[in-house]
């Protein structure tokens, strides 16, 4: 599976972004997918991620209430709609496929993803 992100840019505090995660195969609809990110100098960390029917959804305590995630099986498309961006939120986001049953806890590693798409840069200014 090809994924590929897209919808980074750089806004202001307090802006919204949408992340989209594309795929290449209509298989995507049976992989749980995961959004990570990345800031400079620091190691990459689990954001969000949602089950393959997108019934289950887990949020990394730092993104809780601000960022959603979702997804469109027809599309073979996730989201990651981003509000109340901060400057902490500077990051290169990943989308990641993975296809074991979906276990919040478990999938908060990103050792669990077979596949990565390629990142999109999001710049919050202050």
């Known amino acids: 599976v090809q994924l590929q992100a897209s919808g980074g840019g750089l806004v202001q505090a307090g802006g919204s972004l949408r992340l989209s995660c594309a795929a290449s195969?209509?298989?995507?609809?049976?992989?749980?997918v995961g959004w990570f990110r990345q800031a400079p100098g620091k190691e990459r960390e689990f954001v969000a991620t949602?089950?393959?029917?997108?019934?289950?959804?887990d949020y990394a305590d730092s993104v809780k209430g601000r960022l959603t995630i979702s997804r469109d099986n027809a599309k073979n498309t996730v989201y990651l709609q981003m509000n109340s961006l901060k400057p902490e939120d500077t990051a290169v986001y990943y989308c990641?496929?993975?296809?074991?049953?979906?276990?919040?806890?478990?999938?908060?590693?990103?050792?669990?993803?077979?596949?990565w798409g390629q990142g999109t840069l999001v710049t919050v200014s202050s």
């Open positions: 195969e209509r298989t995507f609809g049976t992989y749980n």
């Open positions: 990641a496929a993975a296809r074991r049953g979906y276990d919040s806890q478990r999938l908060r590693s990103d050792s669990e993803y077979e596949y």
């Open positions: 949602i089950s393959w029917t997108g019934g289950s959804r």
